[in-house]
Nanobody
Framework: QVQLVESGGGLVQAGGSLRLSCTASGRTVSRCPLAWFRQAPGKEREFVSAISWSGSGTYLATSVKGRFTISRDNAKNTVYLQMSSLKPEDTAIYYC?????????????????????WGQGTQVTVSS
């Protein structure tokens, strides 16, 4: 079983930056695809970014391209989401997710069903 814990959320002004972290415990996720999703109040959960198990593939939602970057540190069992040029519409609870070992997400990275483990989320609030 994998437990995921997000951190790094908070309140930031528009144009600012935050780095979210998600650390896994229970077992290594070094061979698992990892992703970030978010859910704003009154809206459905949406895909933000994902990284393949090998790290060679990274994926970003159109709304965050050029502003967000995903990365992973397998030695720390952690995935990061660097967010810059934040906008009020980025306000949401951000969740990290992990897929099964060696799962190929190249065709389904945006689908929550591609991931088996989820964290509890961290709140990001961007003020205008």
């Amino acid at each position: 079983q994998v437990q995921l814990v997000e951190s790094g959320g908070g309140l930031v002004q528009a144009g600012g930056s935050l780095r979210l972290s998600c650390t896994a415990s229970g077992r290594t996720v070094s061979r698992c695809p990892l992703a970030w999703f978010r859910q704003a109040p009154g809206k459905e959960r949406e895909f933000v970014s994902a990284i393949s198990w090998s790290g060679s593939g990274t994926y970003l939602a159109t709304s965050v391209k050029g502003r967000f970057t995903i990365s992973r540190d397998n030695a720390k069992n952690t995935v990061y989401l660097q967010m810059s040029s934040l906008k009020p519409e980025d306000t949401a609870i951000y969740y990290c997710a992990a897929g099964s070992v060696y799962r190929d997400i190249s065709g389904s990275y945006y689908n929550g069903l591609s991931y088996d483990y989820w964290g509890q989320g961290t709140q990001v609030t961007v003020s205008s």
